[in-house]
């Protein structure tokens, strides 16, 4: 009985055990499902959080790689632009208002070589050389004239408008190839339209007086390149110069000399008149380009243009009396008359540019051109019996002008459309009149009296000659000027092109016109962009505190200046129950501690 009990017991408690035990294994497996069920819901939540935090962070990428597009200023260290695949851009598209540079180095290339092989025809067709009489000795006489000429152009005017501070290339490159042109094209249309007025068919005559005539004809067009210098292609300078030859042959061959018989030894009429307003009348037609830091001069590109006037200046009595027989009265005349001219031209310019600065200095531009003035208006009278102080009032009377043109009326030209880059109305323009009206009024005075007959003065009435001369080149340079300049304009470039600058048209090199003033501009820039960038990612920052992440901001210098900025993030070390808000705040006051770094 008593092992029956015991059995009974033994048996009880064994079921006890193993019911204890299901019991036991049950809890402990709910635990662990419950322990599962969290740890999958910190897991799920932890990757939702990343996932986040990684939105935020190629937004943040996005921002720093849009801000690092500007030069010398990057947000993102190099390691990190290697681990992002670069966003391919949608290529920029090509303006429509205007012709590509491309095009216009297409178009321009291939004209110049269709000229070049006409020309070479024409001169193989049409010309002969002329050789002087070796017994005379004039041809050397004749030379050092031409190679004055000569240096006055390509060196003297070239120079001359090298003023625009990044323009340096396209002023003395393109002066360079429009003389070239224009002599060769110049030679024959000046000597077709001479041969069709007069009706003596024949071979051009070809020797240094010719060529010295062609170098006049270079010197108009010039004065009118430095109207629209900066503005425009090479394309519409070999058109500009392809058509301005003609017109200027037909007033000169047809008009001036063949209608009426010109008295103008030095060009104050035919040649500067012509290329001032016929330069301003295309200036017009084409308009002007948005205003930039460009068309600006500088200390150095002042230091170059004035070097360009002193070689003007040396060499504008051989400009005066380089057509004239070698040796004669005439030309002694025309070089000593314009020396003195030119120096009064000069004191003028110095006193008025002082007087009308509002600080009593000198201006630049005042120099580097009203001092030259005297050249231009005494040129049509040079060969003349004269008095000194003659040449000198005409002289200090067209610097006054000049100048005064510079200070006062080139702003209101400027203002009524008629944009005037190197200012050839106040030293072409102006002057020649002045010289024309000198011309009328000093043929009128000595022709009653036969000075000068019959060297220098045609007709005792010469001066209704001097007016109508004056009257058809006015007419002419301006009407055929809106005509050409309306063909430049359907040439004009695009509104993509940097005007005032070689960078379209040459290889220049990369700091090539950077001063203190464009770089600090730059930095400025740069610094601007930064600040927004920073202020974009301030909000950001602020969201990722927000979500529990603790951004970190790694500046490293860079060569460039500004470095390179990258954005971090790590998991945050506080607690779960931490104050998002005291955290957002947290990470907002020290961002702005780096703002301020």
């Keep these: ?50 996932e986040i935090a990684l939105q935020y962070q190629k937004v943040t990428r996005n921002l720093a790689r849009e801000i690092s597009k500007k030069d010398g200023f990057s947000l993102i260290t190099q390691t990190e632009e290697k681990k992002e695949d670069p966003i391919p851009e949608e290529p920029a598209k090509e303006p429509e208002d205007g012709l590509s540079t491309e095009t216009t180095f297409k178009a321009a290339t291939s004209l110049l070589l269709g000229l070049e092989i006409a020309i070479i025809i024409l001169y193989g067709l049409c010309t002969r050389l002329h050789i002087y009489d070796p017994t005379k000795g004039h041809f050397v006489d004749v030379y050092q004239m031409f190679t004055g000429i000569e240096i006055m152009m390509f060196f003297g005017f070239g120079y001359l408008m090298t003023f625009l501070k990044r323009y340096g290339m396209g002023a003395v490159g393109f002066t360079m190839l429009i003389t070239v042109l224009a002599i060769q094209w110049g030679i024959l249309v000046d000597g077709f339209f001479g041969k069709w007025y007069n009706n003596e068919w024949g071979y051009i005559e070809i020797d240094l007086i010719k060529l010295i005539e062609s170098l006049f004809l270079v ?29 200027y042959s037909i007033n000169k061959s047809v008009l001036v000399w063949g209608v009426v018989d010109l008295v103008d030894a030095g060009g104050t009429v035919n040649i500067h008149m012509f290329g001032a307003y016929f330069g301003l009348s295309v200036a017009y037609m084409i308009g002007k380009p948005s205003a930039t830091t460009d068309s600006e001069g500088g200390h150095i590109a002042d230091l170059f243009s004035l070097i360009g006037t002193i070689f003007l200046w040396i060499y504008w009595p051989s400009f005066n009396g380089g057509a004239l027989e070698p040796n004669s009265p005439q030309q002694q005349r025309a070089i000593i008359n314009t020396i003195f001219a030119l120096s009064g031209a000069t004191i003028a310019t110095f006193i008025t540019s002082s007087w009308l600065s509002h600080n009593w200095k000198i201006r630049p531009v005042d120099i580097q051109n009203a001092t030259l003035a005297g050249g231009v208006a005494i040129g049509a009278v040079c060969h003349m019996t004269l008095n000194i102080s003659d040449c000198i009032l005409i002289g200090f009377a067209a610097g006054f002008a000049s100048t005064v043109g510079f200070s006062r009326l080139q702003s209101i030209l400027d203002r009524w459309g008629l944009h005037d880059t190197c200012g ?11 010289g024309a009206t000198a011309s009328v009024i000093l043929v009128a005075y000595k022709g009653k009296r036969e000075h000068d007959l019959p060297d220098v003065i045609i007709e005792n009435d010469q001066w209704t000659d001097q ?21 430049l304009h359907l040439l004009n470039p695009n509104s993509a092109t940097i005007f005032y600058a070689d960078a379209p ?12 003033d464009s770089q600090i501009q730059k930095n400025l820039s740069d610094l601007e962009a930064g600040l927004e960038a920073s202020r974009s990612l301030r909000a950001i920052i602020a969201k990722y505190a927000t979500l529990g992440f603790q951004p970190g901001l790694d500046f490293s210098m860079h060569s460039k200046g500004f470095g390179d900025f990258s954005v971090h993030s790590k998991r945050s070390n506080k607690p779960d129950n931490a104050s998002s808000d005291h955290g957002s705040s947290s990470e907002l006051g020290e961002t702005r501690r780096g703002d301020d770094v």
């Excluded at 036991?24 to 990757?47: G, M, R």
Aim: charged residues 20%.
């Design 1 to 50: 009985m008593n092992n029956e009990n015991t059995e009974i017991e033994i048996t009880e408690n064994t079921k006890e055990q193993n019911q204890q035990k299901t019991e036991n294994n049950l809890t402990n497996s709910s635990t662990s499902i419950s322990n599962s069920k969290e740890q999958n819901k910190e897991e799920k939540e932890a990757l939702k959080k990343k």
């Design 219 to 247: 010197a108009s067009i010039l004065i009118s390149y430095g109207a629209v210098i900066g503005k425009v292609s090479p394309l519409q300078l070999v058109v500009m110069t392809f058509f301005e030859v003609i017109f």
């Design 424 to 434: 050839v109305n106040n030293l072409h323009g102006i002057p020649s009149l002045i």
């Design 467 to 487: 007016w109508a001369a004056i009257t058809m080149t006015l007419a002419l340079s301006i009407s055929s000027g809106l005509v050409v300049g309306f063909i």
């Design 505 to 516: 048209y040459w290889e220049v090199m990369d700091d090539f016109g950077r001063s203190a």
